[in-house]
């Protein structure tokens, strides 16, 4: 992609998007969430099945949270080797492995009796779920500045719809032999009662790798080092990769020169990690809000409840990004589109922090909670559009030939960070509580909605240090 943009640029029509090849990258990329997110219904109950917490239930959790961070760890370990491999062997060789490697990691996953088989399998499919940025850069590659915004649009979509799809096929297929004993009631889905739902979810997967294997095209163009007197080094390879004409491929920079020689890019990452670090936060807090008992400053809600809220917003959220969010960023550009949508991020939690003094007040979730709850969630509807805004953001600062590298910068600052805010969030979550405890007792007062206040205020940073950010208009 271009790294500057010039005001007055002719008007040209939109490109159409190519149909086929945008297709299967959506395809690749509606696998990952749905692959990430199944396990998430059953998870505590898989971890027990293993015995690994000796018939401790408060044990639970804490096994439950090494995978999860161990998955988002080796994600983040692999996120940049995938970028960099795609931008040295192709796009499509990394785009195939990835989704291969999922279905049978899944397959294995749901097939595990121990709990250190589940930590193994659970971080392979981190692994091969670190190909993500090459997606993105995939896309990028095949789009223009007139249906760029029109490609982003559809991979927000399948993402929200794989989260969306995740979770529910991982609550209704687990423990068939329970639920339909007619059909799933034979020894092997007794002994494995989570192997349907992870072969669902494996299937999503190779229905992504097979027609890709087949029509996915490389979009990676040859670079070659055109400057015939260049010195060799030591650590240039003693044969090195030539083309017809003698000359070579040019060698990539440094992941560090990558960084420092582009101050916009250089902003744009830096307002993805804020984004990374407090969104996560909040997704984490808000289900902890919710569950936890009117007594402890939380909702008192049954998990019923929080499906439905989480899934109406996931709804919601797909509707606006496939019908407001192209017109908007073609309107406004994808700057003043993130600062705009990370605005809302302070007003979410804040609506947050308000409906929890409403139900502490009232002692019950009475309609004007709900009314907040309902206020918040299209708070944070609007809120969500702000990563594809700075994705594009980083897209438009980055370098064509480092394309593949920068996204796999970008998803590796994502997956560090989503490995790292549940524990903080989680923690200063309980700690506010225990200090408000020891401060107030049972009668209650305000440093249980510590936490609320911390992450108001590292978004208001965010949003301070993303008026920095380079201004580009799409076409």
Not at 291 to 316: A, D, E, H, K, R
Not at 382 to 406: C, E, N, R
Request: proline content about 5%; overall charge positive.
């Amino acid at each position: 992609m271009a790294t500057t943009e010039t005001e007055g640029t002719e008007i040209r029509r939109t490109t159409p998007l190519p149909k086929l090849q945008i297709s299967l990258a959506l395809l690749i990329f509606h696998a990952e969430p749905v692959t990430a997110t199944v396990i998430y219904p059953f998870i505590p109950a898989f971890v027990r099945r293993t015995g690994i917490t000796k018939g401790d239930e408060k044990k639970t959790g804490y096994y439950a949270g090494i995978i999860e961070s161990l998955f988002f760890i080796s994600e983040c370990l692999s996120v940049f080797h995938w970028g960099r491999a795609s931008d040295r062997i192709g796009r499509r060789p990394i785009l195939l492995l990835g989704p291969l490697g999922l279905t049978f990691a899944m397959l294995a996953f749901g097939l595990s009796r121990t709990f250190w088989q589940l930590v193994l399998f659970r971080c392979a499919q981190g692994v091969f779920n670190g190909n993500i940025g090459v997606v993105r850069t995939f896309i990028a590659e095949i789009t223009d500045d007139t249906n760029i915004a029109d490609a982003f649009t559809l991979t927000s979509l399948m993402w929200t719809v794989g989260l969306t799809i995740g979770p529910a096929m991982g609550g209704l297929l687990s423990e068939p032999a329970k639920r339909w004993p007619q059909i799933f009631g034979n020894a092997f889905f007794t002994e494995n009662p989570y192997f349907l739902a992870c072969a669902a979810a494996s299937v999503f997967a190779f229905t992504a790798f097979v027609p890709s294997f087949f029509f996915l095209k490389e979009t990676l163009k040859p670079h070659i080092n055109t400057n015939p007197n260049r010195e060799p080094s030591e650590d240039d390879p003693l044969l090195a990769d030539q083309n017809t004409s003698g000359q070579q491929k040019k060698a990539p920079p440094s992941l560090y020169t990558i960084v420092t020689s582009n101050p916009p890019l250089r902003r744009c990452l830096v307002s993805h990690a804020f984004h990374s670090f407090t969104n996560m936060s909040y997704n984490v807090l808000i289900s902890l809000i919710y569950s936890t008992s009117i007594s402890n400053g939380g909702f008192g809600l049954s998990p019923y409840q929080i499906g439905v809220i989480l899934g109406t917003f996931g709804v919601s959220n797909g509707i606006l990004q496939l019908l407001i969010w192209k017109p908007m960023l073609k309107r406004i550009g994808p700057k003043n589109m993130f600062i705009l949508s990370y605005t809302f991020h302070i007003i979410r939690v804040f609506l947050m922090m308000l409906s929890r003094i409403a139900v502490a007040r009232a002692g019950k979730v009475d309609w004007f909670v709900w009314a907040l709850v309902g206020i918040q969630m299209a708070a944070s509807t609007l809120a969500a559009t702000a990563y594809t805004s700075i994705s594009t953001l980083i897209i438009k600062a980055s370098p064509q030939d480092v394309l593949g590298t920068v996204n796999g910068i970008q998803q590796m600052i994502s997956s560090g960070l989503r490995g790292l805010a549940p524990t903080v969030a989680s923690s200063l979550f309980a700690a506010s509580l225990a200090l408000d405890w020891q401060l107030f007792g049972s009668a209650g007062g305000l440093c249980r909605y510590l936490v609320d206040v911390l992450q108001i205020f590292l978004i208001g940073s965010g949003v301070w240090y993303s008026l920095r950010l380079p201004q580009y208009r799409l076409i």
